[in-house]
């Protein structure tokens, strides 16, 4: 079935960019996505989004999602990660302590086109690449190992037991050994270092200071750390009541032993900027024991309206990210779960768990091709623990068209993520959208 969708879905039409006449304006699109954010925090998100193409390209998932959204597809339809930037990859603990390295995010995840989730991670890798000071040669050859390494993936994976592939994971040190460019090497060695002390008892100090009755309250650093008024505090409490009822009842036992001790509003990522982002300190049986959760809010994905129009498949969003992620990813965090409060809806994770990536502005020429090798396999597996594998291996075949092919896509969309960028910045010149001074941070970091 997979050989035969090469007829009616050519390979080279994988690789064709160019603007529509309909192709909705790019300001009004991020516009559209600031309803219901946080309005006094929508300017630190363009701030970042305005420091750099790539900086762009984080934040504007739902850009992206109605321009894929407009080419031809193949009509298979895994479980897909949505906004499967380069820089959505990246480190965090097993339920058995050990560091994985798989895709991180999925606020857009949803059923969709395997096509658009590997046409935006080649984008991103292209984009990253020439901020990066690389060769538009070498930008192809790290899109072409991208390729090559999900087709090959995919085409291992498709041959064993669907079971089976629920195993397959990908370590620190199986990572280590993957990785075959010295620099790159070096880079994840410092980052698995980095993220191993990123949890929550080396966060209390930082996170956290002991008030005048002896208990800890998160420091505030406004706008990225505000304080609570006591109501939304209180709504924050109770949904974390409600989440419990989404645990295994394992885990619903051992966080029932938890204290709630402080709440706060948090500021991550780029795209997320302006939802609301709590962070919750909950203390154990000792002071040391502590734990940090993050509630996080979640809306339809940005592919959601293009798969299934305007009615919502799903009556909690926060549900959809928690299972997705539980699909695409071969080990989770196993505190994940759901809620609802304030007319919001929330998922839970833990929000220091060994979590880190690597850092993509150190990357030189191999690096780069030898990670965007590693994330195309991760994005393989993710693709191939859901449905159609054997499909996409069909169609993807064993030659080099389709690598050539969704290169010739990501230098296209690079360059029109860079005219996307120049808009933007535009915008903001003429005071169209606001601008948070001095909050620019790296579009490399997760928190920039």
């Given at each position: 079935?997979?050989?035969?969708?090469?007829?009616?879905?050519?390979?080279?039409?994988?690789?064709?960019?160019?603007?529509?006449?309909?192709?909705?304006?790019v300001v009004?699109?991020?516009?559209?996505?600031?309803?219901?954010?946080?309005?006094h925090?929508?300017?630190?998100?363009?701030?970042?989004?305005?420091?750099?193409?790539?900086?762009?390209?984080?934040?504007?998932?739902?850009?992206?999602?109605?321009?894929?959204?407009?080419?031809?597809?193949?009509?298979?339809?895994?479980?897909?990660?949505g906004?499967?930037?380069?820089?959505?990859?990246?480190?965090?603990?097993?339920?058995?302590?050990?560091?994985?390295?798989?895709?991180?995010?999925?606020?857009?995840?949803?059923?969709?086109a395997?096509?658009?989730?590997?046409?935006?991670?080649?984008?991103?890798?292209?984009?990253?690449?020439?901020?990066?000071?690389?060769?538009?040669?070498?930008?192809?050859?790290?899109?072409?190992?991208?390729?090559?390494?999900?087709?090959?993936?995919?085409?291992?994976?498709?041959e064993?037991?669907?079971?089976?592939?629920?195993?397959?994971?990908?370590?620190?040190?199986?990572?280590?050994?993957?990785?075959?460019?010295p620099?790159?090497?070096?880079?994840?060695?410092?980052?698995?270092?980095?993220?191993?002390?990123?949890?929550?008892?080396?966060?209390?100090?930082?996170?956290?200071?002991?008030?005048?009755?002896?208990?800890?309250?998160?420091?505030?650093?406004?706008?990225?750390?505000?304080?609570?008024?006591?109501?939304?505090?209180?709504?924050?409490?109770?949904?974390?009541?409600?989440?419990?009822?989404?645990?295994?009842?394992?885990w619903?036992?051992?966080?029932?032993?938890?204290?709630?001790?402080?709440?706060?509003?948090?500021?991550?990522?780029?795209?997320?900027?302006?939802?609301?982002?709590?962070?919750?300190?909950?203390?154990?049986?000792?002071?040391?024991?502590?734990?940090?959760?993050?509630?996080?809010?979640?809306?339809r994905?940005?592919l959601a309206?293009?798969?299934?129009?305007?009615?919502?498949?799903?009556?909690?969003q926060?549900?959809?990210?928690?299972?997705?992620q539980?699909?695409?990813?071969?080990?989770?965090?196993?505190?994940?779960?759901?809620?609802s409060?304030?007319?919001?809806?929330?998922?839970?994770?833990?929000?220091?768990?060994?979590?880190?990536?690597?850092?993509?502005?150190?990357?030189?020429?191999?690096?780069?091709?030898?990670?965007?090798?590693?994330?195309?396999?991760?994005?393989?597996?993710?693709?191939?623990?859901?449905?159609?594998?054997?499909?996409?291996?069909?169609?993807?075949?064993?030659?080099?068209?389709?690598?050539?092919?969704?290169?010739?896509?990501?230098?296209?969309?690079?360059?029109?993520?860079?005219?996307?960028?120049?808009?933007?910045?535009?915008?903001?010149?003429?005071?169209?959208?606001p601008?948070?001074?001095?909050?620019?941070?790296?579009?490399?970091?997760?928190?920039?």
């Open positions: 079935m997979g050989r035969t969708l090469r007829q009616t879905r050519p390979v080279e039409a994988l690789g064709q960019w160019t603007v529509q006449r309909d192709r909705p304006q009004s699109l991020i516009r559209a996505s600031h309803d219901g954010r946080l309005a925090l929508v300017g630190i998100r363009i701030g970042r989004m305005i420091g750099s193409p790539y900086g762009f390209l984080r934040g504007s998932a739902v850009v992206m999602a109605d321009d894929v959204a407009r080419l031809p597809v193949t009509g298979i339809t895994p479980v897909v990660g906004d499967a930037h380069l820089g959505n990859f990246g480190f965090y603990r097993s339920p058995e302590g050990e560091q994985v390295l798989d895709i991180n995010d999925f606020d857009e995840a949803h059923v969709g395997w096509e658009w989730d590997l046409a935006r991670l080649t984008a991103s890798t292209w984009v990253a690449g020439r901020e990066n000071g690389q060769t538009e040669e070498a930008c192809r050859d790290a899109v072409v190992a991208c390729v090559t390494a999900y087709r090959d993936e995919v085409a291992r994976l498709a064993i037991p669907l079971v089976q592939r629920s195993y397959e994971r990908m370590d620190v040190t199986h990572l280590a050994d993957t990785a075959t460019d620099t790159l090497r070096d880079a994840i060695r410092r980052a698995a270092k980095a993220a191993r002390k990123r949890t929550s008892d080396r966060a209390l100090p930082r996170f956290t200071s002991e008030g005048a009755d002896g208990h800890r309250q998160i420091v505030a650093e406004p706008p990225l750390v505000e304080r609570l008024p006591d109501a939304v505090a209180e709504q924050v409490a109770q949904g974390l009541d409600d989440y419990l009822t989404t645990l295994p009842a394992q619903r036992r051992v966080l029932a032993w938890y204290e709630l001790v402080d709440v706060a509003h948090k500021v991550v990522g780029v795209g997320s900027v302006g939802l609301r982002a709590y962070v919750a300190l909950l203390v154990g049986t000792s002071p040391d024991d502590v734990l940090f959760l993050q509630l996080k809010q979640a809306r994905s940005v309206r293009y798969v299934h129009g305007e009615h919502a498949w799903h009556d909690h926060g549900q959809r990210v928690v299972e997705s539980q699909a695409l990813q071969t080990v989770s965090d196993p505190l994940l779960g759901w809620t409060f304030g007319g919001n809806q929330y998922y839970v994770r833990t929000f220091r768990n060994m979590k880190g990536t690597v850092p993509l502005d150190g990357l030189d020429a191999g690096a780069l091709v030898d990670y965007a090798r590693i994330v195309g396999s991760l994005l393989a597996k993710g693709h191939a623990r859901t449905s159609g594998a054997s499909m996409i291996a069909g169609y993807l075949g064993d030659d080099d068209a389709p690598a050539l092919a969704f290169a010739a896509f990501a230098r296209a969309y690079a360059d029109q993520t860079e005219a996307d960028h120049a808009t933007l910045v535009s915008a903001v010149e003429r005071g169209d959208l601008v948070a001074d001095g909050l620019m941070g790296s579009a490399f970091r997760p928190g920039g």
